[in-house]
């Protein structure tokens, strides 16, 4: 079976800093993309930031200079730092990516059970 597992979520006040981790695990071919998804209560789901291969990374406008994506060595863990965060940024962290799995016919994109960040003091 293949899996993505979030983990880093929490409760954190004003200012803090949470540090997200996705774990890919499975019978996996190769990871094109990992990426982090959220969604607010009320709101739609919005991208946050994108790992591409070969390291380019894209970041929606609310969080840039704040937030950063990176991915491990072997390319099957990605991870979201956030400092300075915001009330704004409390929402339902989903961790996503584009993954060819052996079996399959081509790449198909992958989501996790999401972990909570709530801002508040």
């Known amino acids: 079976q293949v899996q993505l597992v979030e983990s880093g979520g929490g409760l954190v006040q004003p200012g803090g800093s949470l540090r997200l981790s996705c774990a890919a695990s499975?019978?996996?071919?190769?990871?094109?993309?990992m990426g982090w998804y959220r969604q607010a209560p009320g709101k739609e789901r919005e991208l946050v930031a994108r790992?591409?291969?070969?390291?380019?990374?894209n970041y929606a406008d609310s969080v840039k200079g704040r937030f950063s994506i990176s991915r491990d060595n072997a390319g099957n863990t990605v991870y979201l730092q956030m400092n300075k965060l915001k009330p704004e940024d409390t929402a339902v962290y989903y961790c996503n990516a584009m993954m060819f799995i052996r079996t399959n016919l081509a790449s198909l994109e992958y989501w996790g059970q999401g972990t909570q960040v709530t801002v508040s003091s």
């Open positions: 790992i591409i291969s070969g390291g380019t990374t």
């Open positions: 499975g019978n996996i071919y190769k990871i094109d993309w």
